[in-house]
């Protein structure tokens, strides 16, 4: 073999080793894996991210994917002649709305199914209705009443153990019931942290449009490739941290304090950002560690 030729092969043996010592933590492990922004918009990027996920799943891990709905709710809205409105970052759910995202939701469901079948491994979508697994109560914004918006307040996770035993992989969209039995719009990240923290899912990984946490949000330079949780915390309270970080950065704190070991902020923007990140040594977001996690990257 050319020298040249020699040098790519082994390159490529290498990348695999790379990955041998995260195949073997994370066995057996459940990652939760909330999906969502331009990676469910870009049909390329969304062929990527299926891939990755099935790749998790066929090398041992459990992967659990929470979505959103991308753009197609508005759209729908749009489409039935009606103005998607939202407060303070929110949608305003009436029962039309809620009824336009619960069939969008159900179906974006059940085209992530497809595209995982496709790839030869058996999915099944579900919303947290199925087997109780989200129960909700209404949730105000800044006491305005703003429609079947529900903010969790229990996670039954044996439908996803019983899933996950069976060699499932779920794909779980964020609606759920109240006490009356309503049906609730969620929050896709609340969901994907709430449902890791009850399942003590090893890792949670947040698909985003953003590359990961900056020291300085202005400095696009300035991204931080790990933080533990306690850094996390102090970044925080030191305030300078991008708008829509803020309630991100709040959940993988939350997640970590209630057993989650690693979260990760992804750039979902990026082909293949989920086995970039778990196979290699560096990554290519922001890894959230728990306290005793030692931070086991090498330059
Ligand atoms: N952004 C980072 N520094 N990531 C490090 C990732 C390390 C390892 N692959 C993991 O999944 O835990």
Redesign the pocket.
Known sequence: MEEKNMAEVLEKAEVLIEALP?IQ??NRKIIVVKYGGSAMIDEELKKHVIQDVTLLKLVGFKPIIVHGGGKEISKWVEKSGMEPVFINGLRKTDEATMEIAEMVLNRVGKSLVTLVEELGVKAISISGKDGGLLKVQKKYSQGKDIGYVGEITEVDPKILYDLLEKDFLPIVCPIGLDEQFDTYNINADDAACAIAKAVQAE?LAFLTDIE?VYKDPQDKNSLI??LTVNEAKELLASGNIGGGMLPKLNSCIDAIMNGVS?V?ILDGRIAHCLLL???????????I?GEKETK??HE
């Open positions: 995260y933590r994370f890792k990961g490739s790990e690693r990760h990140e778990i196979f290699t040594n560096k990554g290519i977001g922001t890894a560690l086991f990257y």
